[in-house]
């Protein structure tokens, strides 16, 4: 008997892997649609890594603060404080999942991608437009139910919920 247990539980040990559980993404390939001043990317390796370091000081790069966030049927519309002299885009980082919640829901990552940047300290807004449609249809799901979207800064603990059209300030 004592054997038909060491031998299950080395059965159960070997049947474990090192995936994380996230390879049964609803999109299940790579992508990425760009838009003036955007990226939206669908790429969850990147994700778990942004989402795993997310607000430590060596990953964080360049500090932006979203500042309000509108959301009219398929454009999402973000304002943005950035350092005045810092050019670059911002990517928009998704996992690829539809969470099952009503209505359903997407988590995104606000990243500043600015390859010159001499921060002076003055910040200045800076407003991007999303075109929905076009940055989710490729998952194949957009447009099938209503859904709501979390937009999480790469730098701080801070997520906005935004459910259908709604319109967002951040008064920090």
Not at 6 to 32: E, H, K, N
Request: with cysteine.
């Amino acid at each position: 008997m004592v054997s038909f247990f060491r031998l299950a539980f080395v059965l159960f040990l070997c049947s474990c892997t090192l995936d994380d559980g996230q390879s049964d993404s609803l999109v299940p390939f790579l992508y990425q649609v760009e838009g003036p001043g955007y990226k939206f990317t669908v790429d969850a390796r990147a994700y778990r890594e942004i989402d795993f370091n997310r607000g430590r000081a060596a990953f964080c790069g360049i500090d932006t603060e979203i500042k309000a966030i509108s959301r009219r049927s398929n454009m999402l519309t973000l304002e943005i404080l950035k350092p005045k002299n810092c050019n670059g885009t911002y990517q928009l980082l998704w996992d690829g999942k539809w969470q099952e919640s009503n209505p359903r829901r997407i988590q995104i990552y606000l990243i500043s991608e600015f390859p010159s940047c001499s921060a002076t300290g003055e910040m200045v807004p800076e407003t991007i437009a999303v075109d929905l449609a076009k940055a989710l249809s490729p998952s194949g799901q957009y447009g099938q139910t209503p859904f709501s979207i979390y937009i999480r800064e790469q730098c701080n603990a801070r997520d906005y919920h935004c459910e259908g059209d709604c319109d967002l300030v951040n008064r920090s």
